[in-house]
C-alpha cells in the first residue's frame, strides 16, 4: 500500500498532543475519510475507541504508544514514519457483538474488540446462569462477574482474572468468571468463535448487574447475548517481530 496520506488522531494526553504536532507538521494531516492510513497516538484505551471508529471503513491503523501499557500499540518513534507503515504487518481483528436486555424492557446493541464482561453493581455476589448455543450448561454462577475475551482481549481484563491467553489467530473465545464464589472450581471454558453465549441475570432486583463491552456500559441487565461479529472487522498495523501475534506468545511466557 500507498501511505502519502496519514491522519492523525491523538488522545488528550501532553504527550501525544506533542507528537501530534510534531508529526502532522513532517507528515501534514489528511482528512481520515480520504486517508490511506489512520496513525493513533496515545494508549490502548485510545486505540480501542479508534478502532471502533474506524470498524468496517477498510482503513489500516496504526498505534504509536505515548500512554502507559500500549499492548496494542507501536513503539513511538517520530522519524522513518512512512518506511515502518510500508513494512508493517497486517492483522484483522473482528469484534464481539453485544445485545443486552435491561430491567425496563430497553435492548442495548454494542460491539468489543477487548471482551463483553458483566460486574456485581452493589455488595452483593451475582447469580447468573450460563447458555451456549442455547444448552444451558451452568444453571447458577454466584460471582464478582464473568466475561466474554477475545484473542486480541485474552492479555487483557481476561488475563487479569486468571482467564486463558488465546492465540490471536485462533478461532476461540475464553469465557472466565470474577472470583468464582460457587462452584468455586469453576475456572471458566474455552469456546469456538461460532458461539452464542447467553448469560441471564437471577434475582435481578435483589443483585443488581452491569454488562460492559469495552468502553460502553449499561446497568441494571436481565440477560444479556453474546456473538461473534462476523460482518465487522478492523485492520490493524504492527512493526515486523512486533505483530500482536508475537506480543500475546510472548505473554505466555512472563514470569
Known amino acids: 500500500m500507498k501511505f502519502t496520506r496519514?491522519?492523525?488522531?491523538?488522545?488528550?494526553?501532553?504527550?501525544a498532543r506533542k507528537a501530534l504536532t510534531k508529526l502532522a507538521r513532517r507528515h501534514g494531516n489528511a482528512d481520515p475519510a480520504t486517508a490511506d492510513v489512520v496513525v493513533a497516538?496515545?494508549?490502548?484505551?485510545?486505540?480501542?475507541?479508534?478502532?471502533?471508529k474506524f470498524v468496517s471503513t477498510g482503513i489500516p491503523i496504526y498505534g504509536m504508544n505515548r500512554g502507559s501499557v500500549g499492548f496494542l500499540m507501536n513503539d513511538y518513534q517520530d522519524n522513518h514514519l512512512t518506511e515502518r507503515l510500508k513494512a508493517a504487518e497486517l492483522t484483522t481483528i473482528r469484534p464481539l457483538r453485544m445485545v443486552a436486555t435491561d430491567a425496563a424492557g430497553k435492548t442495548h446493541r454494542a460491539i468489543a474488540f477487548n471482551e463483553v464482561s458483566l460486574l456485581r453493581q452493589r455488595y452483593q455476589a451475582a447469580k447468573?446462569?450460563?447458555?451456549?448455543?442455547?444448552?444451558?450448561?451452568?444453571?447458577?454462577?454466584?460471582?464478582?462477574?464473568?466475561?466474554?475475551?477475545?484473542?486480541?482481549?485474552?492479555?487483557?481484563?481476561?488475563?487479569?482474572?486468571?482467564?486463558?491467553?488465546?492465540?490471536?489467530?485462533?478461532?476461540?473465545?475464553?469465557?472466565?468468571?470474577?472470583?468464582?464464589?460457587?462452584?468455586?472450581?469453576?475456572?471458566?471454558?474455552?469456546?469456538?468463535?461460532?458461539?452464542?453465549?447467553?448469560?441471564?441475570?437471577?434475582?435481578?432486583?435483589?443483585?443488581?448487574?452491569?454488562?460492559?463491552?469495552?468502553?460502553?456500559?449499561?446497568?441494571?441487565?436481565?440477560?444479556?447475548?453474546?456473538?461473534?461479529?462476523?460482518?465487522?472487522?478492523?485492520?490493524?498495523?504492527?512493526?515486523?517481530g512486533h505483530s500482536l501475534a508475537e506480543r500475546v506468545l510472548r505473554e505466555q511466557f512472563r514470569y
Open 128 to 240: 447468573l446462569k450460563i447458555a451456549v448455543d442455547g444448552d444451558t450448561r451452568l444453571d447458577e454462577l454466584i460471582c464478582d462477574g464473568i466475561l466474554l475475551a477475545t484473542p486480541a482481549g485474552s492479555t487483557a481484563y481476561n488475563l487479569s482474572a486468571h482467564g486463558p491467553i488465546l492465540p490471536i489467530n485462533s478461532s476461540l473465545l475464553a469465557l472466565t468468571p470474577i472470583s468464582a464464589f460457587r462452584p468455586r472450581r469453576w475456572r471458566g471454558a474455552i469456546l469456538p468463535h461460532e458461539a452464542r453465549v447467553t448469560l441471564t441475570v437471577l434475582e435481578p432486583d435483589k443483585r443488581p448487574v452491569a454488562a460492559v463491552a469495552d468502553h460502553l456500559e449499561v446497568r441494571n441487565v436481565r440477560d444479556v447475548a453474546i456473538a461473534e461479529d462476523r460482518k465487522r472487522s478492523v485492520k490493524i498495523l504492527f512493526d515486523p
Open 41 to 52: 497516538l496515545g494508549g490502548d484505551g485510545h486505540m480501542l475507541q479508534t478502532m471502533h
Open 6 to 15: 496519514i491522519a492523525f488522531l491523538a488522545s488528550d494526553s501532553p504527550e
